[in-house]
């Protein structure tokens, strides 16, 4: 007999259970009461602890470490300097691209940035080795360091070809076309600033390793620590159940733990490091500051004819990190004629990073930017115009978007928002003393479909684990993964658990470019309809089974209950049949792999980001969409600018937690504003130094600086961007709120700014 086994979940029974459902967070109660224990909170026998020593320069040589007084101090185990440390072994770069066979040494004699790290010092207590570190002394030969971008050394840089996009003939166009306008926006360096610092800590057993360490990509950060160790990938193990935040910034394996896992070695003991909060400014890179210069030309209604787009972003010495200027540019609208590219220049700073939507972000602020100046321009309203130059398909790869629902966004957003009352010269809508300004703008960031495994098992007693290597930093990871467990079993949510953030758990890549959400659910759904056929089959088919004489073909779910779908025969409970099969636990494992995949393409996938399926493969292009609407009231005497009122209308396709895709966008939302007004690392010309390296002085939005903000969702199922439908929601939300801010300030004042943040010295 073959079993031909259908599926029935509690999706019918909708509620909170389910994908879709507006359950709360699962690791909610853990969270508020503290019993989430986070990565560097684990208490381990004779852990020592380690600080870190920075340069105080930006450029030039370590001439000379004296050590001598520390290592003296109290407590002091080891002070750790160039001439001290373990050899290690170059690691291979994200991509997987095989290093040069030269060792790597985690503590710096050539500065090229200020901050990096030039010696450490371990001892028994952390008091111990904060006041030993300070004993450290190290004697520079200082060179001129280029500061930033603005750097009058700083050159032109270095064109990345590879980010070039052109068709049509874009200059042509725009000196042919009779509306102009040609601008430069800048954004200053800006910082992912996680509540929970940077730091782990490191335990040798042997040649095995186990980090806890906050973390956005256990395997690929496992796959460094192997190869700075020349250990297998298998020998080392990351941990980090709860993660703080991370914004893009806790995607890779840095030098601080290269030195905190030596020192572990070297002394045959667990050592914990954790970054100060102003390490944590040059510990890693921010947000690259970027210029750049956009021309639109268009016709006398408003309708593009040519965009020119040139883009410049700062980089390191010796790293290249390209933030790509042109992503927004290229697609947001119908341009038959276009050019984009893009330079970078290396200055004297960490090698910048990923947060939140690099690229697309500062990308928006330029083109959402521009096209409302050519509104103004022009003379129609800013909504009307972008209408006006909607792409109904992709601009730049000419497919089809799997779903764009982006004027349904605009639609519902100036509905919700009021739009049609506003009024649409600068400076004419006031209250009192404050001039109010109403402002729009549209964002996107691209899907990113990958691949992830997950581990279902359901035990006798009827509870459901669910096991991954991926990780939740606050998205919602553990209670989506619950829900799509809990439905496709057909178990109520209660009885399933998540597992999350161990790396010797199936495996998963990086959490970033918002693609944890769809990979995940995808291997979750896979894995748990496994489980539950071979639950089925063995009901059906096991002589033990009082489901076995039934001759039925299938059995559904329902509430943690099973029977056969017309209700004839026996009910029992998953565990009661658990029991009558003699089971302790029935585990599958699924995953979003192409079928008959190699053990070696599964290493790779997981451990590099070298596989992920381009968002533009095949017929279509994917895309998550918004458009976010936006009052402000600036003081007319001080230029002070607030946001009172933000509506933004979302397409992230389906949602796997409408409550928790809220979540995601409102905090996208709320650090756009941030980077709109506050936001900016201030670096000391003198010393090429982040000034403002703390939370007293980089400024953040704080609770008073936040009004309501109402979130709307016009998302219709995507099958071509995940298996249940979702696009990604995690980064879309930032991706034009600080454009919407300054056109709606312009709005106000009548005055552009096009430098972030915008301060109140702009606008007086
Ligand atoms: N979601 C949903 N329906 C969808 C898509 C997502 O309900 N169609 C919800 C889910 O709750 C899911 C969450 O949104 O857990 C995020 O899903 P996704 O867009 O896939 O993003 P990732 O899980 O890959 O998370 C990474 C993303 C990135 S790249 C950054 S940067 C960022 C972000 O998430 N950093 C964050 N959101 C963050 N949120 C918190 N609290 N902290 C961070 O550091
Ligand atoms: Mo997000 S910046 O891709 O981690």
């Given amino acids: 007999m073959t079993v031909h086994i259908t599926r029935h979940g509690d999706a019918s029974d909708g509620g909170t259970d389910a994908v879709g459902g507006r359950l709360s967070r699962v690791d909610g109660p853990a969270k508020i009461t503290g019993a989430a224990r986070y990565a560097v909170e684990q208490h381990l026998q004779g852990l020592a602890y380690a600080v870190l020593v920075e340069s105080t320069i930006a450029a030039g040589k370590v001439q000379s470490i004296d050590a001598t007084e520390a290592r003296a101090a109290p407590g002091v185990l080891l002070v750790l300097t160039p001439d001290n440390a373990m050899p290690l072994k170059t690691a291979s770069d994200w991509f997987g691209n095989t290093p040069p066979d030269v060792p790597y040494c985690p503590l710096a004699r050539d500065i090229i940035f200020s901050g990096q790290h030039v010696a450490a010092v371990v001892a028994e207590t952390f008091e111990q080795a904060v006041a030993a570190a300070a004993l450290v002394k190290v004697a520079y030969d200082e060179t001129p360091a280029i500061v930033d971008l603005n750097d009058p050394k700083a050159g032109d840089g270095i064109p990345i070809d590879a980010m070039t996009k052109e068709w049509g003939d874009a200059s042509a166009a725009f000196t042919a076309a009779p509306v102009r306008i040609c601008s430069a926006y800048t954004t200053p360096r800006e910082y992912q600033v996680p509540m929970e610092p940077h730091g782990l800590i490191a335990a040798w057993q042997g040649d095995r390793l186990t980090v806890w360490e906050p973390s956005q990509w256990l395997d690929g950060m496992a796959r460094t620590y192997a190869e700075w160790f020349a250990i297998p990938f298998e020998n080392v193990r990351l941990v980090a159940p709860y993660v703080g935040g991370g914004f893009g910034s806790k995607a890779l394996a840095l030098s601080h733990g290269a030195i905190a896992a030596s020192a572990a070695k070297m002394l045959g003991r667990p050592v914990k490091l954790v970054m100060t909060r102003p390490q944590t400014f040059t510990g890693y890179g921010g947000r690259a500051s970027t210029r750049q210069t956009l021309a639109l030309g268009a016709d006398a209604e408003g309708r593009i004819q040519s965009i020119?787009?040139?883009?410049?972003?700062?980089?390191?010495?010796?790293?290249?990190?390209?933030?790509?200027?042109?992503?927004?540019?290229?697609?947001?609208?119908?341009?038959?004629n276009f050019s984009s590219r893009q330079n970078v220049v290396r200055v004297n700073t960490v090698t910048p990073g990923a947060m939140r939507a690099p690229g697309e972000n500062p990308s928006a602020f330029g083109i959402e930017s521009a096209i409302d100046e050519l509104a103004y321009e022009v003379g129609i309203d800013p909504l009307e115009i972008r209408l006006?130059?909607?792409?109904?398909?992709?601009?730049?790869?000419?497919?089809?978007?799997?779903?764009?629902?982006?004027?349904?966004?605009?639609?519902?957003?100036?509905?919700?928002?009021?739009?049609?009352?506003?009024?649409?010269?600068?400076?004419?809508?006031?209250?009192?003393?404050?001039?109010?300004?109403?402002?729009?703008?549209?964002?996107?960031?691209?899907?990113?479909?990958?691949?992830?495994?997950?581990?279902?098992?359901?035990?006798?007693?009827?509870?459901?684990?669910?096991?991954?290597?991926?990780?939740?930093?606050?998205?919602?990871?553990?209670?989506?993964?619950?829900?799509?467990?809990?439905?496709?079993?057909?178990?109520?949510?209660?009885?399933?658990?998540?597992?999350?953030?161990?790396?010797?758990?199936?495996?998963?890549?990086?959490?970033?470019?918002?693609?944890?959400?769809?990979?995940?659910?995808?291997?979750?759904?896979?894995?748990?309809?496994?489980?539950?056929?071979?639950?089925?089959?063995?009901?059906?088919?096991?002589?033990?089974?009082?489901?076995?004489?039934?001759?039925?073909?299938?059995?559904?779910?329902?509430?943690?209950?099973?029977?056969?779908?017309?209700?004839?025969?026996?009910?029992?409970?998953?565990?009661?049949?658990?029991?009558?099969?003699?089971?302790?636990?029935?585990?599958?494992?699924?995953?979003?792999?192409?079928?008959?995949?190699?053990?070696?393409?599964?290493?790779?996938?997981?451990?590099?980001?070298?596989?992920?399926?381009?968002?533009?493969?095949?017929?279509?292009?994917?895309?998550?969409?918004?458009?976010?609407?936006?009052?402000?009231?600036?003081?007319?005497?001080?230029g002070t600018v607030r946001v009172s009122r933000v509506v933004s209308a979302m397409d992230c396709g389906r949602l796997y937690n409408p409550k928790l895709a809220e979540s995601q966008w409102k905090g996208g939302i709320i650090m756009g504003i941030g980077q709109a007004l506050l936001e900016e690392g201030i670096v000391d010309r003198r010393h090429g130094r982040i000034v403002n390296n703390n939370l007293g002085d980089y400024l953040v939005p704080t609770n008073a600086d936040i009004?309501?903000?109402?979130?709307?969702?016009?998302?219709?199922?995507?099958?071509?961007?995940?298996?249940?439908?979702?696009?990604?929601?995690?980064?879309?939300?930032?991706?034009?709120?600080?454009?919407?801010?300054?056109?709606?300030?312009?709005?106000?004042?009548?005055?552009?700014?096009?430098?972030?943040?915008?301060?109140?010295?702009?606008?007086?």
């Fill in 308 to 336: 020119v787009h040139r883009g410049v972003n700062e980089t390191s010495m010796d790293g290249m990190w390209v933030e790509p200027l042109g992503s927004t540019t290229a697609i947001m609208y119908a341009a038959p």
């Fill in 388 to 638: 006006r130059n909607y792409a109904e398909q992709d601009p730049h790869t000419r497919k089809a978007w799997s779903t764009r629902q982006l004027r349904e966004a605009f639609a519902a957003g100036a509905e919700r928002f009021g739009w049609s009352k506003r009024t649409a010269a600068p400076r004419s809508m006031r209250d009192g003393n404050h001039l109010v300004g109403w402002g729009v703008a549209a964002g996107t960031y691209p899907v990113r479909r990958a691949y992830g495994e997950a581990m279902v098992r359901i035990l006798a007693d009827g509870s459901v684990e669910v096991e991954s290597s991926s990780i939740d930093m606050g998205q919602g990871t553990y209670t989506i993964l619950a829900q799509t467990a809990a439905e496709t079993l057909g178990v109520p949510v209660e009885q399933v658990s998540v597992k999350l953030g161990d790396s010797h758990f199936a495996r998963a890549g990086v959490t970033g470019g918002s693609r944890l959400a769809g990979v995940m659910t995808g291997a979750v759904f896979k894995a748990a309809g496994q489980a539950l056929d071979e639950l089925i089959g063995l009901a059906l088919s096991d002589p033990r089974s009082p489901f076995e004489t039934l001759q039925a073909n299938t059995l559904s779910v329902r509430g943690g209950r099973i029977a056969s779908p017309r209700g004839e025969g026996p009910e029992l409970s998953i565990a009661e049949l658990m029991s009558k099969l003699g089971r302790d636990s029935i585990e599958a494992k699924g995953d979003t792999m192409p079928a008959n995949s190699t053990l070696e393409e599964r290493y790779k996938n997981y451990t590099t980001i070298a596989m992920a399926l381009p968002h533009t493969e095949g017929d279509y292009s994917r895309y998550s969409w918004c458009a976010h609407f936006v009052e402000v009231r600036v003081d007319e005497d001080f």
């Fill in 707 to 764: 009004p309501d903000i109402e979130v709307i969702s016009v998302g219709i199922p995507d099958l071509h961007s995940s298996a249940l439908g979702g696009k990604g929601a995690g980064e879309v939300g930032i991706v034009g709120v600080a454009p919407a801010i300054a056109n709606a300030v312009f709005h106000a004042t009548g005055k552009r700014v096009r430098d972030l943040p915008i301060t109140l010295e702009k606008l007086i």
